[in-house]
Structure formats: structure tokens, C-alpha cells
């Protein structure tokens, strides 16, 4: 992990100098870390120094925070820690590989590898496939009541009302490996570059 105090224009190396990092997350003064075999580090203070959580040897791709309740994707579904990564707990999703997380209110939206996005609104206890359900969803944003999803090879995907229905939108044949949102754009970085929508995508 690299700090910027900038905006860019200079960078320093943090403490965590020798993990492949795949996700940050934040939470008032935590940082969260998701690290390649290595688990999910925290520091405290700006990234000076770094403490390894319990989830310390998995391959951990991507991170999630709704209040106190810390969302780690991994290859083997997606664990729950309510005291900053001191424990954790595998969720009812527990035999997917786990790409990207985000959340709407209380609801949480995990895409995975080859099976879609899926849907828990009760912490991880329960959770149900929507009905993009047969592809590999490499990212999620969210605007709004709009949720997106950047796939594997067939582009963004919309959807309204929580899953419950999906529309490709008009990038729709590029692997979109990540979404940002600022405003009401949308920046889909892919593998052919980076593309805006200022329309949900249409």
C-alpha cells in the first residue's frame, strides 16, 4: 500500500511493503487491507503500521463495511467480522469464489466467479442468487437505487430493484474489471481502457 497526503503528485510507500493488495476499504480512522494469501491486514493510523487480522492465509479479493460489520470476499465465499478483524465468520455463502462486494442499505451484493451476483439482506445469514446468475462478475457500484455489475467479457449490466431483474447496458462486450462512481459517472475500467457513462449506462 502506497500514501498520498497530494492528490498524487507524490507518493510513499506504507508499511505494508510486501503483500499483493487486491482491495481498500475504510472505516473512520481503520484501514482495511485485502491481500493475496496473506488475509486482511488493519492499521490505525495512516498505513504506519499495519496489523494482520485473524483472516491471516486466505486469498481475499475484495472488502465490504456497513457500521460494524466488516465483509471480506474470498475463494471460498465470504466471512463476517464484527470486532475490526479480530474474529471471523464464514457466512451462508460459503462455496463461491467472490469477486467484488458492495452494499445498498442493508443490503449486500457479492458478485462472484461464474455464478452471478447474489443477494443477503440479513448480514450474510441468508442469501439468494439474482437473475444474472451465469456470469462472472469482476465488479459493482452503486448510484442510487441503480446497482451495476461489470462482467467478464459481456460488459456492465443494470440493475433497479435490487436484482430482482437485469438490463445489459450499451458496453456490453468488454471484461470490466472495475467501476467508480463520482456524481452521476460512471467510470468502467476495462480491459481496453476506461470508459464513462453520465446516463446509467445507456
Known sequence: VYLSTNNGSTWTQTALNNRTVLSLAISENNIFTATYQYGVYLSTNNGSTWTQ????????????????????????????????????????????????????????????????????TNNGTIWTQTSLNNFWVRSLAIIGNNIFAGTEESGVWLSTNNGTSWTQTALNNKSVLSLAISGNNIFAGANSGVYLSTNNGL
Open 53 to 120: 487480522t485473524a483472516m491471516n492465509h486466505n486469498d481475499v479479493t475484495c472488502l465490504a463495511i456497513i457500521g460494524n460489520n466488516i465483509f471480506a470476499g474470498t475463494g471460498n465465499g465470504v466471512y463476517l467480522s464484527t470486532n475490526n478483524g479480530t474474529n471471523w465468520t464464514q457466512t451462508a455463502l460459503n462455496n463461491k469464489t467472490v469477486s467484488s462486494l458492495t452494499i445498498i442499505g442493508n443490503n449486500i451484493f457479492a458478485g462472484t466467479y461464474q455464478y452471478g451476483v447474489y443477494l443477503s
